[in-house]
């Protein structure tokens, strides 16, 4: 009799549903009520009206096989290329309710001819892509007269560390709006050859083909990243997802919402990582060149300088640095604080074109 009683214990302690004696398992324990338990629901609730599906009719060209052979292309005079009409499906987030902005992922969207954008109560609208920038997978989508949106709160994805609960929610496989949850499982992944800027947050929130450009949201019910790849050996989840960092994507639709693309500059220098830091430099990235009459040379930046901090965020590798020169505006300042010769200073320099080499700057100081 004991022996039953401590199993029944036992098996309500590790999550199993056993019923001794007749008893169902809550009157065994009291204090269980359904209220209480654990859930994520009123946060879903919140959040969920604002991630939208979304579906894109475009058109490819493709190579013509029939191009390749030499008979047909001389007598049939064959296209080198096919044009062919493809459909996709993916998701978005609305990011401003009044003037109906949804952020999404550039892959999405980078054939549209037409988009249909779908919200959870089931409303169709019709899109516009107002701009989309390849380089971090960004589109900024527009719905056609707006009304009855709900946006999302922007959050602050430098804040984020790893272990933080998050929820991932879109439109895998077609299926609708999908919620899962997981961890933020690292920050600043690069090296995945995905995109040109890279700075990933990675996560095990189930993630399919169908979730990009949805929602990653954290606890507090603030977007912190918009869903843009998986490594998938078989084509499904297996626990290891990518987001693009939300401060990132704010910096692409700031420009996109206002000129419909983004405009890259240069500072004028190369970097590398530091491959052994210093006592001082734990982290940062090297100059290993400074072109002649660029903006940095004229900032009074040399080769070896360690760049510590750009307006104020400490710089943990070459490519972040690289990342936020390529997201400051032309004509806007980077702020650095460099290391020379174990001796910290300052240095003000601004982006300029890529073609112009004579910027204003300020030296160190």
Not at 116 to 135: E, H, L, N, S, Y
Request: glycine share 12%; hydrophobic share 40%; no cysteine.
């Amino acid at each position: 009799m004991q022996l039953l009683r401590l199993l029944g214990r036992l098996s309500v302690a590790s999550g199993l549903v056993w019923v001794l004696w007749g008893a169902p398992v809550s009157a065994q324990i009291p204090d269980l009520h359904i209220g209480r338990l654990p859930t994520l629901a009123p946060l879903v609730r919140e959040v969920t009206p604002a991630v939208v599906n979304i579906s894109v009719q475009g058109r490819v060209r493709e190579d013509n096989p029939l191009y390749q052979d030499p008979l047909f292309r001389e007598f049939f005079n064959v296209p080198r290329q096919l044009e062919k009409e493809v459909s996709a499906t993916g998701s978005g987030v609305i990011v401003d309710a009044q003037r109906g902005y949804v952020l999404t992922a550039n892959h999405v969207v980078a054939n549209a001819t037409a988009v249909q954008i779908r919200t959870k109560d089931g409303r169709k609208f019709a899109g516009r892509v107002v701009g989309r920038d390849a380089p971090t997978d960004i589109a900024l989508l527009q719905v056609k007269e707006p009304t009855g949106l709900k946006a999302i709160m922007l959050g602050d994805s430098d804040a984020l560390q790893v272990g933080d609960f998050v929820i991932a929610v879109g439109n895998p496989f077609g299926l609708g709006q999908t919620v899962t949850s997981g961890l933020v499982s690292a920050l600043g992944r690069t090296g995945l050859g995905k995109h040109g800027y890279e700075d990933f947050i990675q996560t095990d929130a189930a993630i399919n083909p169908g979730n990009s450009g949805g929602a990653l949201i954290s606890l507090r019910g603030e977007l912190v990243g918009i869903n843009t790849a998986i490594i998938s050996p078989g084509g499904g989840n297996v626990g290891i997802g990518f987001a693009v960092p939300i401060n990132m994507a704010r910096k692409v639709m700031e420009q996109l919402a206002e000129t419909g693309r983004v405009e890259r500059g240069r500072i004028g220098i190369a970097l590398e990582d530091l491959e052994m830091p210093s006592a001082r430099s734990l982290q940062g990235a090297r100059i290993k060149e400074v072109s002649p009459g660029s903006p940095a040379e004229r900032a009074g930046l040399r080769r070896g300088d360690i760049i510590l901090r750009a307006n104020d965020i400490p710089i943990r590798s070459a490519t972040q640095m690289r990342n936020i020169i390529g997201l400051t505006p032309v004509g806007q300042q980077v702020r650095l604080t460099i290391e020379r010769e174990r001796v910290t200073e300052s240095a003000t320099v601004e982006v300029v074109p890529l073609n112009e080499t004579r910027p204003r700057a300020r030296g160190p100081s």
